[in-house]
């Protein structure tokens, strides 16, 4: 047996020509799906190891590195190659879900529900933001801000939040990971199936991700059941995207880094 042969093995059985063609293209998929959001949590760690000033532009140079090189993987790799195209039909679809989830995300910690009901606020800020010992505090600066890191690295940590790495979740979180857990070959796993466990268990993962973990886990719900809904992984990521955009305006025009 040369060493062709012996790499296609699989627990002592010869892959055909067919099952070892579908083996490199599950393989080629796994990485154009995961390496983006690896390299992206990579820089995370970086930051968290560097433990970086908040008054520190540094920090916002960190974050444009994330975004060139998400961006260049993401390009790199191609993910979209096993996907359709966005379907006309769901962009309004796709345009409301990023709008509500915005909302959602935001409006706990309004001022407008903080004088209307102070307790609710206090609660919501206890329990369902960072782990429930810690208690968030407001951010009075940020290394993102226009007056700390320029406009230009303000812009681009807009951008990279908006139009990349909701891109990369996407692929990363429902695209793969979901299916993935449904059957190691994803590529053969409908977008529509549907698995109660690992639909929790994804949009919890999802959540933990985020400083707000509580809306987290309703956007992880709502964006995976989009995609169960539509089999559209890119009207998904067009919601994403609207979110993190109006997300960032809103931080940008109203000083709000807590959410950054």
């Known amino acids: 047996m040369n060493q062709d042969q012996a790499s296609r093995t699989d627990k002592g059985r010869m892959l055909s020509e067919e099952e070892w063609r579908e083996y490199q293209e599950v393989k080629s998929a796994t990485w154009g799906h995961v390496a983006p959001f690896v390299f992206w949590l990579a820089c995370m760690f970086l930051v968290g190891q560097f433990a970086l000033e908040?008054?520190?532009?540094?920090?916002a140079w960190v974050y444009a590195v994330q975004t060139a090189g998400g961006a260049a993987l993401l390009f790199y790799f191609r993910p979209w190659r096993w996907y359709s195209p966005l379907q006309i039909r769901n962009i309004p679809f796709a345009l409301v879900m990023g709008v509500a989830v915005f909302v959602i995300w935001?409006?706990?910690e309004t001022d407008w529900v903080g004088a209307r009901s102070p307790g609710f606020r206090q609660f919501?800020?206890?329990?369902?933001?960072l782990p429930p010992w810690e208690v968030a505090e407001v951010s009075e600066s940020s290394p993102f801000s226009p007056a700390v890191a320029g406009w230009s690295l303000a812009i681009i940590r807009l951008i990279g939040s908006a139009f990349v790495i909701a891109v990369i979740e996407e692929f990363f979180w429902?695209?793969?990971l979901y299916r993935w857990l449904l059957g190691r070959n994803f590529l053969k796993v409908d977008m529509g199936t549907w698995h109660t466990g690992m639909f929790i268990a994804v949009s919890a993962v999802f959540a933990s991700a985020h400083l707000q973990w509580g809306v987290g886990f309703i956007a992880g719900i709502a964006y995976l059941w989009m995609m169960i809904r539509?089999?559209?992984?890119?009207s998904v990521a067009l919601a994403h995207v609207v979110t993190n955009f109006l997300l960032g305006v809103y931080v940008l025009v109203y000083d709000k880094y807590e959410f950054w």
């Not at 908040?54 to 920090?59: E, I, K, N, T």
């Open 54 to 59: 908040d008054d520190s532009s540094l920090r």
């Open 106 to 108: 935001v409006l706990p």
């Open 124 to 129: 919501y800020l206890q329990w369902f933001v």
């Open 174 to 176: 429902r695209g793969w």
């Open 230 to 234: 539509t089999r559209d992984l890119w």
